[in-house]
């Protein structure tokens, strides 16, 4: 069994106001995101952390199942943003897993749209946010990290064209208390400036890999080709087809074809 990583990561400091108010560390959940909506819904104070070595039963965007092995970093985060602010939870999510990596590393790392971390063009981590609104108001949002720290893609056929661990990446062991920490604390500071009206639209865009390179988007039954111009207010991404016209997505995937 893996050493606590909470432990590991609060004895060397955590040193924030909202995250991390309740740290919670489970050496399997079915799904860490799972668990930190159950607080949600249990009115538990924002910032609570959920902390698993392995999930049984971890997921993507559009219900993907995602790899979950020992020894990687497998986090999600309570918030009750309002309204206003819910947009953009999975933009400072992006934004403090990408920091948290360079800050570490010294890598150089960059965001796909919409959501995910490349290193060296491949996928380093996931991000997801889920929301449950009540009539007007929010009731919680979970924000939910899946990183490879150490996963040896190369033993996966069917991820090992696309995906990278940031040790290999780094060519040392980089280690997940130092990770998890600095994440935590970047997601505490840009959600703090998130609640007192800074926007953090031109770090994330600063970024964005996705931006002027041609793409095939999907969403559902939909495909879209073209090339991703901009992202507007609310990290929408701007696409101008093939034949001249522009649309907006909400949400989807999408694969680069200049590489």
């Known amino acids: 069994m893996p050493p606590n990583l909470v432990a590991a990561t609060i004895r060397q400091g955590l040193y924030t106001r909202i995250v991390g108010r309740r740290v919670l560390y489970y050496p399997e ?9 159950r607080l949600g819904k249990e009115e538990a104070e924002e910032g609570a952390v959920v902390v698993a070595e392995k999930q049984s039963a971890g997921r ?23 309204l206003e ?37 491949r996928k380093a981590a996931g991000i997801l946010a889920e929301s449950a609104i009540v009539g007007n108001s929010v009731w919680y949002a979970v924000l939910g990290v899946g990183m490879n720290v150490s996963l040896d893609t190369k033993q996966i056929e069917e991820i090992s064209p696309f995906a990278i661990s940031v040790n290999s990446a780094a060519g040392k062991e980089v280690p997940r208390e130092d990770l998890l920490r600095q994440f935590l604390m970047d997601l505490d500071s840009l959600y703090i400036s998130l609640s007192n009206g800074e926007s953090p639209m031109q770090e994330w865009q600063g970024m964005l890999e996705t931006i002027g390179q041609s793409l095939v988007a999907t969403w559902g039954d939909d495909t879209y080709h073209g090339v991703a111009v901009d992202t507007d207010d609310l990290g929408n991404l701007i696409l101008r087809q093939d034949e001249g016209s522009l649309i ?12």
Do not use: C, Y
């Open 29 to 37: 959940l079915p799904s860490t995101m799972d668990e930190a909506a």
């Open 248 to 259: 907006t997505l909400t949400a989807g995937d999408v694969t680069l074809t200049d590489h």
């Open 60 to 82: 993507g965007r559009q219900g993907r199942s995602w790899v979950s092995q020992p020894g990687n970093l497998l986090v999600s985060v309570l918030f009750r943003p309002t």
């Open 85 to 121: 602010t819910l947009p953009f939870i999975n933009i400072i999510g992006g934004i403090a897993a990408a920091r948290s990596v360079r800050k570490v590393t010294g890598l150089d790392v960059k965001i796909k749209w919409p959501n995910d971390l490349l290193i060296g063009g």
